[in-house]
């Protein structure tokens, strides 16, 4: 019923952005946020002892990915580029269908990752899940400042032209290594999730999560704002079901999300070449944005 064949594909899309803009977003995006963690992590792991307001630093670090976005499309698109690309966050002229997995995916794979652990005796611990009167202002929180500024950068800009040079699962998978990647600095910084997570297992988890937001990207004529959501849902369901505690927790819930990207890449198929029509929206034609914006 959901096939990549039924994905409209009349719109023309801009040229290709260069391999250099691509390179330099990463660069932009990892010494925007690199820069502004660092601090904390000095001061986390005892190398400077550094007042405690500097740590408000620390918030400026997702929006690596949504400068360094902002930079590279102005300084390569047409005029009205920005705007296109900003709008991309706010679409739903879409497959509504495709909100189903956006919001059930995420919380269905915890359910199983639940299940699976629950049948091997193994143990959440609950106590460091997120209470149920913080769900709402935290979701919220997630949204504003980590969700969106990340994604308008890894989905609204990178995503499109890897696409064009690696294929459908390459990019997903290059992409999902340097995502996680990019969260490196916070492995040193105490009381945040990756500080308890070893960095390769964290790598690999971000692999293949990259698999389910490049499915939903194309599904959804690179709607960033599906993207946005994905990504505040399953942040959220990783903040109130904490299997990631321990070590056999994580490598379960890996096991289930691996086994679930798998089907996906099994009954989608995406070494066949499909393109979604706005695969590169935004980019360097924000004509060719709003024709994508629009109906078929």
């Known amino acids: 019923m959901w096939q990549a064949q039924d994905v409209v594909t009349s719109p023309p899309v801009p040229a290709p ?7 330099w977003f990463f660069i932009l995006a990892f010494a925007v946020s690199w820069l502004a ?6 001061d986390s792991t005892g190398a400077m002892d550094l007042p405690d307001a500097l ?6 670090g997702p929006f690596g990915p949504f400068v360094a976005a902002l930079v590279m499309v102005r300084r390569g698109g047409a005029k009205g580029s920005v705007k296109a690309l900003l709008l991309r966050g706010w679409t739903f002229d879409f497959d509504r269908r495709w909100l189903v997995p956006t919001l059930l995916l995420a919380p269905a794979m915890a359910g199983v990752t639940v299940g699976v652990m629950a049948l091997t005796d193994q143990r959440i611990h609950w106590e460091y899940g997120l209470g149920a009167a ?8 997630i949204l504003v400042m980590n969700a969106a500024p990340e994604e308008y950068g890894w989905r609204g800009f990178a995503l499109g032209p890897m696409m064009d040079r690696l294929g459908t699962l390459g990019a997903s998978l290059v992409l999902g290594a340097l995502w996680g990647l990019w969260h490196l600095p916070l492995h040193f910084i105490e009381g945040t999730v990756q500080e308890n997570i070893p960095i390769y297992q964290f790598i690999l988890q971000q692999m293949v999560l990259a698999v389910f937001y490049t499915w939903l990207f194309v599904h959804t004529r690179g709607a960033v704002s599906v993207a946005i959501l994905f990504h505040t849902v399953a942040n959220m369901v990783g903040a109130a079901v904490p299997y990631w505690v321990t070590d056999g927790g994580r490598w379960t819930g890996f096991a289930v999300q691996a086994t679930f990207a798998l089907a996906i890449v099994l009954w989608w198929r ?11 929206p935004g980019l360097g034609d924000p004509g060719a944005a709003q024709q994508r914006l629009s109906k078929p």
């Open 270 to 280: 995406p070494w066949r070449g499909s393109r979604s029509a706005g695969q590169r």
């Open 55 to 60: 740590g408000i630093l620390g918030m400026i």
């Open 134 to 141: 913080a769900i709402a202002p935290m979701a919220l929180f």
């Open 17 to 23: 952005v260069p391999l250099r803009d691509v390179a």
């Open 37 to 42: 963690w660092l601090p904390t992590v000095l």
